[in-house]
């Protein structure tokens, strides 16, 4: 039996619960833990965060589901680039009412490298508040916490789980990648799930890590660690996908299998990703236009292939804008066709005004198909 299993063999939707072992339900080895140099002892007093009330105390209990996540854009002040709580909240609210099925701070469109770890948890414990408030504590979190040292890794999760996250979403380290094989990976993936208070996601983003690009054969045996629950493919390859998502016996839109969520990493490819038995997609473009990327997943779940691949393709095109533009580009359409958004942190530029129009026009077609679904 896989390890992540723990429900019946099939789901009737998309929107069945699909439960993941707690960490307190996870079996670990005594050896590989208790003996670890990364105790969880040594990063308690690293987190400033402590309990977010009640809601803190069951947050290990929100499952993931097939479907779409946002990495949520972290909004700053014009005039002196501090965070933006109450626009952060604001933002989180109106993706839960369109329909995701989870929300990841701190990924990349969440300039988490432009975070102190102090507002890294900010950033986290006001979107759990937020949707708390509002009706949404179930929605899990999923927190990016990946980090050039197995350590930092560590306290990152510890922190995130503090803070009121549900998951951890861990880049391999890059820095010193001409001394790493597949084995200093796998070790360190290793390490981190063993050491983390929450589950962890894998996250295959090449250009973010100097080209490092983790294989089927890679995520497949890291897969099979009872706390590391599921991967993101930014790499954009959808027949390594279909190999894990296969290997893994991914929990699909019609399948509960295994509980491994085998994760796409663009919107521009959430047909293909559900076609060939993936879990559904964490992506950007979601921040502008999440409606639009919910529905595909509901017409596919319902069979409803024609109006599926419609709907792709204007969110591929507008995908392509957020990916061309990146965070500014998609903060720039945020602020025009949404009255939020601001620049990101610097070095990043200031958008002006002829560029403003440019991201403006690209996003438009994806805009109106979101305002058309209200």
């Not at 909004?75 to 709580?85: I, M, P």
Request: proline fraction near 5%.
């Amino acid at each position: 039996m896989s390890p992540h299993k723990t429900s019946s063999p099939m789901v009737s939707n998309f929107h069945t619960d699909v439960t993941h072992l707690s960490p307190a339900s996870i079996p670990t080895s005594p050896s590989v833990v208790a003996d670890s140099i990364y105790s969880q002892a040594q990063f308690s007093e690293s987190s400033e965060v402590t309990s977010l009330s009640s809601v803190d105390d069951i947050h290990h209990n929100r499952p993931l589901r097939p479907g779409v996540y946002v990495p949520t854009v972290t909004f700053f002040h014009s005039e002196n680039e501090n965070l933006d709580l109450e626009t952060i909240s604001k933002h989180a609210v109106r993706l839960a009412k369109a329909g995701v099925a989870g929300i990841t701070t701190q990924g990349s469109n969440g300039e988490a490298v432009h975070l102190s770890h102090h507002e890294r948890k900010q950033v986290t414990k006001v979107t759990r508040k937020a949707l708390s408030d509002e009706g949404f504590g179930s929605l899990p979190i999923i927190v990016g916490c990946g980090a050039q040292s197995t350590r930092e890794a560590i306290e990152l999760c510890h922190e995130a789980s503090a803070a009121g996250g549900d998951y951890a979403l861990i880049l391999p380290p890059s820095y010193y990648k001409a001394m790493f094989n597949s084995d200093s990976l796998i070790e360190f993936f290793h390490d981190v799930a063993d050491a983390s208070p929450i589950p962890i996601l894998i996250y295959n983003y090449p250009p973010a890590v100097g080209g490092i690009d983790l294989d089927s054969d890679v995520i497949s045996k890291l897969a099979k660690h009872p706390n590391i629950v599921g991967c993101k493919l930014t790499c954009g390859n959808t027949g390594k996908l279909a190999r894990i998502a296969a290997s893994t016996d991914a929990t699909s839109t019609s399948s509960i299998g295994s509980g491994f969520m085998c994760m796409g990493g663009s919107a521009d490819f959430t047909l293909q990703t559900l076609v060939v038995g993936g879990s559904g997609i964490i992506c950007g473009v979601g921040n502008v236009a999440p409606k639009a990327c919910v529905r595909i997943v509901e017409l596919y779940a319902s069979r409803k292939l024609a109006e599926a691949q419609k709907l792709q393709a204007v969110v591929a095109r507008g995908d392509w804008a957020a990916i061309s533009g990146g965070i500014i580009g998609t903060k720039s359409a945020l602020e025009t066709y949404y009255g939020y958004g601001g620049h990101a942190r610097r070095p990043l530029p200031r958008v002006e005004k002829q560029e403003a129009r440019r991201y403006a026009n690209a996003f438009k077609e994806l805009v109106d198909l979101e305002n058309s679904l209200d």
